[in-house]
């Protein structure tokens, strides 16, 4: 059924999906009537660091991505005034190391655009760690895979709503381990050893699903088995060394109801429903416009983490076809002539495979056999073989 956007005000609505739930595919939409908004993502947590804050102008639908908001003054005021900086376009670090301290309020304050907006006073909740990460094999929506599910310590404070956010890395392989290489010198291919690290290497992604979990209504304080993420067996993530880092961040009541909102929203089903709310109202506002629609939630969140490792052979057998990047079946070795070789070298197109006992050069498709393709070939400082 085609949606009608009669109302600017669904189109905030879209504008906002769109830049916080980047996993929701891109639909074709009009833009006419398009009313702008500034787009705020703050978080300041108890972990000493250069917290940061992120600061965007809500696009038109029809265009390929959020506008960083550049030039503002960004602050957070407590016990002590915290200055922010720009370190890149949009994104806004703090000028010192500090970590929320309980018992304090925190107020953000962003002049932008000859505008002032401030956020309702936030404190540091309740504390609650997160006890265990458990990996186990499952079927899970028709799916064969490892699910990474979470349970967390039960606490006697204010703790009761919780988001999730994860980094994955994994280790894998390209499809062939080869020694050599060939390179162009002086204009012609010529088999040398390989000049990096090509088969081993490592990937990492930032979660991009909004995770909630509340216990407000149970009768013991505590998260149990939520699923995290759930990796399918096809998934090239499983195929030799898989990690995940948990971040759990206590946030408020209304918090949590907005990132509900938006999380129900960002769902396909949602997303074209008929009775969705115009707009949604996060807990910062332009001081001298209240009518002004700010996108956006001020957190000041107490954090815990957590890693948990995997091998491949932990739930698969060893001796079965792990899942790749590449199927073996593209990459298939070819003798191309000479001229076409250096064509396909200078594009860096290409591989070596082996070479004949007549000499005659057999090469790949670059990535079956080079992972940098697919990740780095730098090991990363946290990991543990």
């Known amino acids: 059924m085609k949606l009608l956007l009669k109302n600017r005000k ?11 739930v980047s ?10 009537g398009f009313e702008e908004a500034i787009v705020i993502e703050a978080t300041i947590t108890n972990e000493v660091k250069q917290q940061q804050i992120k600061l965007f102008q809500a696009f038109a639908i029809d265009t390929t991505g959020p506008n960083p908001l550049s030039g503002a003054t960004v602050k ?21 190391s500090f970590a929320a301290q309980p018992g304090i309020n925190y107020q953000l304050n962003i002049l932008a655009n000859g505008k002032e907006y401030e956020s309702e006073l936030m404190e540091l909740l309740g504390t609650n760690i997160i006890d265990q990460l458990e990996a186990n094999r499952i079927d899970y929506r028709g799916e064969n895979g490892v699910a990474i599910t979470l349970n967390n310590q039960t606490s006697n404070g204010t703790a009761n709503y919780y988001k999730y956010e994860y980094v994955e890395t994994f280790k894998f392989n390209s499809n062939y381990f080869k020694v ?7 204009g012609l291919p010529v088999e040398v050893p ?57 946030i408020s009541r209304e918090a949590y109801t907005y990132y509900e909102i938006l999380k129900e929203l960002s769902s396909s089903d949602n997303l074209f429903s008929q009775s969705q709310p115009g707009f949604f109202a996060g807990n910062i506002s332009n001081i001298n416009n209240p009518d002004e629609k700010v996108i956006g939630f001020f957190n000041v969140s107490s954090v815990s983490e957590k890693r948990i490792f995997f091998n491949y052979e932990d739930f698969y057998e060893p001796e079965s076809i792990r899942p790749r990047f590449v199927p073996f079946a593209a990459c298939e070795a070819i003798a191309p002539s000479i001229p076409t070789l250096i064509v396909q070298l200078e594009q860096d197109a ?33 990991w543990v073989d």
């Open 194 to 250: 390989k000049q990096k690290e090509e088969y081993t290497c490592y990937r990492t992604t930032n979660s991009q699903e909004i995770i909630l979990a509340n216990t407000n209504s149970l009768s013991e304080n505590s998260v149990n088995d939520l699923l995290i993420k759930f990796i399918e067996s096809s998934n090239p993530g499983v195929s030799n060394r898989y990690s995940l880092l948990v971040k759990q961040f206590i």
């Open 23 to 32: 996993c929701v595919e891109e639909i074709p939409l009009e833009s006419s």
């Open 10 to 20: 669904y189109m905030i609505l879209f504008a906002v999906i769109a830049l916080v």
């Open 76 to 96: 957070v005021i407590g016990n002590s005034e915290y200055l922010f900086e720009e370190d890149e376009s949009g994104i806004y670090k703090s000028r010192d």
């Open 180 to 186: 050599n290489d060939i390179i162009l010198i002086d």
């Open 350 to 382: 290409v591989r070596w495979s082996e070479t004949t006992p007549g000499g005659v050069l057999l090469v790949v498709p670059k990535r079956c056999v080079d992972c940098t393709v697919f990740g780095t070939n730098v090991k990363p400082e946290f």
